[in-house]
DNA sequence: TACACGTGGGC
DNA sequence: TGCCCAAGTGT
């Protein structure tokens, strides 16, 4: 019989889907997949990650580029703070590493958004070294090799000691894929095809019988609902938006302005009312373009869009770093929330301007 | 430690 | 339809 790692190794080199990064070499390229991976599924990343890879084909074009651009090309991938903390790290690298991705885990765990996990999986694929990777995925295979029955935030320690010792240090990055890559494809969520299973031999919770039992499930609280409304405020044909802070829900992303409505019945009043306390202009709703709605991770929200008109133009002329006018082709050049290109694709049937 | 943080797919 | 979740990190 097969040690552990080499049962588990021959079964990806048969197995492995081909994907844009797979195999790759450029540190760069291979932190970048890692980062978009973090709570994304696969097939969504790849479109984002070769429409990067051709506008950002190397850490310095990532650290000239600016927040808008990069959140550009991040748009609809979710989680934007992956985003920002990516372009501040590959500023650092640039500034203080000579622009060489520092390959010692202590360096390069230190940088914005850079992890236990991502730590491990860019050391290992793109350095070598032999540091086991725990994701969603790992949690899950390892809950059910040693039929874990505690909540599974609480087997990292020993999942981690497991996995050191098994870890190939001949091909720690090739065992590092292989076991995510056989939660994905074999060790799924509800139903692990424990058929197509090469390390079966080694794992406790099939040998119970009920493998699908772990690790243990949690439940969850409902998540909230918020209603909101949303102006299209219009000025000489272009229309207003505004960026919202960092560190912040959809940091550094633009929007149209809007505010969270508490009184149903007079969302106009409400939006008029808040949006000058916030923004500090007049406005005069013209009519409703319609609603949407949108489910965030920890809220749902109902969205209703009004057409706005200025009534004291004098102000905001200019553009600054937090706000502008744009004409509708605008849409294509700074980053906006999902929400917003709801509220967009509505306007685009109602040809905008009316 | 528990919660904030997006979006689209699966069932 | 509504709920769960996916190659996690920061606070």
């Keep these: 019989m097969s040690d552990f790692p080499t049962l588990l ?83 650092i690298v640039i500034n203080n590493y000579d622009g060489k991705i520092p390959n010692q885990l202590e360096d390069f765990r230190k940088l914005p958004g850079v992890g236990d996990y991502t730590a491990a999986a860019v050391l290992s694929f793109a350095f070598g070294k032999s540091t086991p990777v725990i994701d969603g995925n790992v949690s899950r295979v390892m809950s059910r090799l040693v039929k874990f029955s505690e909540p599974v935030e609480k087997g990292r320690t020993v999942f981690r000691k497991q996995l050191e010792e098994w870890i190939d240090p001949e091909n720690p990055g090739e065992f590092n894929q292989a076991i995510m890559e056989l939660g994905s494809l074999v060790c799924l969520r509800n139903q692990p095809h424990c058929i197509k299973c090469p390390v079966t031999d080694f794992c406790v919770g099939f040998k119970s019988g009920s493998p699908e039992k772990y ?75 319609g609603t949407v709605q949108h489910a965030y991770s920890h809220f749902k929200v109902t969205l209703h869009g009004y057409h706005c008109r200025l009534i004291n133009n004098n102000l905001l002329k200019n553009p600054t770093k937090k706000h502008g006018w744009i004409s509708s082709d605008g849409i294509s050049h700074y980053p906006f929330p999902r929400v917003n290109h709801k509220l967009f694709e509505i306007l685009q049937e109602q040809n905008w301007e009316q």
């Design 215 to 289: 690790p243990r499930k949690v439940s969850r609280s409902p998540i909230p609902h918020k209603t909101m409304a949303a102006a299209v405020i219009w000025n000489n044909s272009k229309f207003f938006i505004q960026k919202r802070p960092s560190n912040s829900l959809l940091g550094g992303l633009w929007e149209l302005p809007g505010v969270e409505v508490t009184n149903k019945k007079s969302k106009e009043h409400q939006l008029v009312k808040d949006i000058k306390k916030c923004i500090g202009f007049e406005i005069q709703p013209v009519n409703k373009i």
């Design 9 to 91: 190794i021959n079964w990806y080199r048969k197995n492995k889907r081909l994907l844009p990064w797979r195999g790759e070499k450029d540190p760069y390229k291979i932190w970048l997949s890692e980062v978009m991976l973090q709570q994304t599924q696969v097939e969504t990343v790849i479109p984002f990650y070769k429409n990067w890879i051709q506008r950002f084909p190397d850490i310095s074009s990532v650290a000239e580029a600016s927040q808008d651009e990069v959140l550009k090309y991040w748009e609809g991938l979710g989680y934007y703070s992956r985003c920002r903390n990516f372009h501040r790290a590959c500023q």
